[in-house]
């Protein structure tokens, strides 16, 4: 079972004209979130949580 989701990038473009990252204000809340998870090591975390998965 996958434990992460693969997302499309919010710069992609859609059927529409517009980026999925225009519909977004500059000042909604979602934008810390979005740093936040930016800010970490998936990688990393990826690799502790294969060590600590039973074989």
């Known amino acids: 079972m996958k434990r992460f989701v693969a997302g499309e990038s919010r710069s992609q473009a859609t059927l529409f004209p517009e980026l999925l990252d225009d519909f977004v204000s500059?000042?909604?809340?979602?934008?810390?979130?979005?740093?936040?998870?930016?800010?970490?090591?998936?990688k990393q975390l990826h690799d502790e949580a294969q060590l600590d998965s039973p074989s």
């Not at 500059?26 to 090591?41: K, Q, S, T, Y």
């Open 26 to 42: 500059e000042d909604n809340p979602v934008r810390a979130i979005e740093a936040f998870v930016d800010a970490l090591d998936l």
